[in-house]
């Protein structure tokens, strides 16, 4: 894998427009291209396409979209943007935060109207660090489900998607422009790819151990949930041109994913009053801080593992997610009537699981926070039946990467950006700050889709200009 010099290179052919990766951001830089009238091309290292969009949740977070003006919802671009930055303590700047918060929404409208894509507004339940009701997905909320949809708009607008075609190496002129790309097929034959501009859509490094050990070593241990093809592809072909990084140690963590079946539990019932116990009984921390930076908390407990703890009420929210009904089905979700039977069933020591219930009801009814900062309402207590889930912290996918301007184009170590290459999702930097504590629900797919199609706008205007 190199940057190499395009004199005298003649390609086997040539597309205006060349996508890296067909997961949501090339998907939807693809279809943005097309819009624009440009011809596209989208090259995919995997057989069947599906990346990190099809591991998550399929949720993306947008304010003043059709759906939530029809939900009655007041919304808007600054105050999304001020939850954003908020959630990473004021790291992420404010600029970078407003562009993706003012695209969202037209994008999600764009996506819906243009290219029948279904969404619908998750109204039951609000994650940590939204104070709005502003997540969109699939009704089943997987994200398989939204890389079907999209790989089907880019099928009806007639965009070509070529699979199995590993991208080796980038073609790049004296200027800095590249001029093409070089790819590997299946069966070890090379082929030459000219374009007059590239979207770098490959996703970030949490397939490559040895830059996720380089750049967040406090995560290096705990199981990778995330795509296996995610290697660093975008960050190592992008230092290679003078481009610019930032903020590479932020990821999205998961603190409950079930053990040993790694599939996510929503954090859904830990909004429902949920709570986390490791393996002697004990809650470790505040758990309405976020799923992400859990994923290290949870590692970090005896035997890497904990236990999610939650009732009706939580189950009722999770059942919408069709990873938790998978979760039921094989079996790893642990019910209970009583503490003592919660005990049982989970092999935790009932004295310590009934002294965590009861200093919980104590901070409920003086209405102060409890010893972690977390503040439990009386209609938060946990009611049999108590339902039970082995989980453990897992990384999910990386957020920092290339730095890219308000049009999605990569820029160098000096601000200025190159000539004609663009980055969205994983390949870029991301709004979550720089580690985990700053992931607020959603950014990976916010940046996705956002900054994908602002690269594919931006690949066609470059592409027209020649």
Known sequence: MAVLSASGVEFDFEVPVVVIGAGACGLVAALAAHDEGQEVLVLERDENPTGSTSLSAGLIPAPCTRLQKQAGIDDSPELFAADLVAKTHDHTPHDQALVLARNAGPMIDWLMDAHNIEFELVTGFLYPG???????GPKSRTGADLEQALLAAVSNAGIDLVTGASVEDLYVDGSGRVTGVRFCRPDGALETLGCQSLVLACSGFAGDAEMVRQYIPEIADAECCGHLSNTGDAVKWGLELGAAVADMGAYQGHGSVA???SLPLTWAVITKGGVLLNTEGRRFSNEMRGYSEHGSEVAAQPGHVAWDIFD???EEAAMGFYDYREIRKLGAVKTANTLEELA???GLPF????AEFDAIEAAARSRQPDRFGRQFSEEQLLKPPFYAVKVNG?????????VVDAEARVLR???MPLPNLMAGGGAARGVSGDSNYGYLSGNGLLAATTFGRLAGISAARIAAQG
């Open 413 to 415: 170590d000096d601000g």
């Open 344 to 346: 049982a069933v989970t």
């Open 394 to 402: 897992a990384l999910f996918h990386t957020q920092g990467g290339l």
């Open 130 to 136: 939204h104070s709005r009701l502003r997540m969109h």
């Open 259 to 261: 053990h040993p079946h």
């Open 312 to 314: 009706a009420a939580g």
């Open 351 to 354: 004295d310590a699981v009934k």
